[in-house]
DNA sequence: TAGTTTTTGGCATGAAACACCATTCTTGAT
DNA sequence: ATCAAGAATGGTGTTTCATGCCAAAAACTA
């Protein structure tokens, strides 16, 4: 079993990796004060933990047309168990949905929607969520511009 | 100066290296059906182009004790153009906002907070938030559990 | 301190990235 | 339809990187 611990050496990497995800392991022991082979062997453990979850290119989402993120609150008419389970089955399964939260408080979802155009969102709404049953309300605001979007998490 | 059109190998790329940052130039070229070399120019290209804005390790807040998500709703008092710099300044500091997009409706702006604990939260609300003058109203909804979050936008 | 365990750093091997070039494909004009 | 010009492709050689292995160093325990 692994080690479940991660010291300064683990969080200065994965902090690098975050910035850079494609940083060689000798660029790593650089920046972390470390050869590159215990490097590689702590990326790896952490991979195998479940610590670092995968790697992704990140996109502009304006540059590929696809300029709208949305984020629309949504109150389910009940809180039964299979209802939410059938609700994060279609919300997993639709592509425009790239994050969803459920939250406390006066609404139980959160979504962040990526779409082209409006009416695009239009569609979205039209053909998918509103046609799910067991929502209640759905309420939309829209993102004029992103401020941030950093990547980095404050370890 | 580089092309400017993307066509459909190029999303075939962009997708897959949503899904993989890492995958090698030869495995993308079987994945969209080219040979490696042309992929790897593709793939710069797609950097110089700023269509690919960098490559980062998708982390497992739990694992790294960062569990919770808070999202706060900011009214600010005037929407002058030297108050939203300043605004934006600050969120650009604070590595405890990984997320900030400017918002159409009541509130202008929706931040991702991720922290260790509430009590981290408070700490963040009264020695930074609250103290940006120009602030009227914030509004925090606690996230209870990521449902979805994919990296890869609907091409 | 001595023994045990863990972590490190170097090395060899196989794979990948990168730059270069001939060939093929596409395009546009006649 | 033909031909020429430009662009994209796929292969090759060189350098760099990842990976597995092992001895040495460090940390930890008794």
Known sequence: MPKTRLDDIDRKIIDAL??????????????????????????RLMEDMGVITSYTAVIDQDLVDL?????ASIKLERQRE??????NAAITR????????LMTGQRDYLLRVVVRDLHAYER???????RLDGVASIESSFALAQIKRSNRLPL
Chains 1, 2 share one sequence.
């Open 67 to 71: 300029p709208i993120s949305v984020f």
């Open 18 to 43: 975050q910035i850079d995800g494609r940083m060689t392991a000798q660029q790593l022991a650089e920046k972390v004060g470390l050869s590159a082979s215990p490097c590689a062997r702590r990326v």
């Open 124 to 130: 979205f709404l039209k053909e998918k969520l509103t």
């Open 82 to 87: 299979d209802e939410l389970e059938r609700f």
């Open 94 to 101: 639709w592509p425009e949905v790239v994050d969803c939260y």
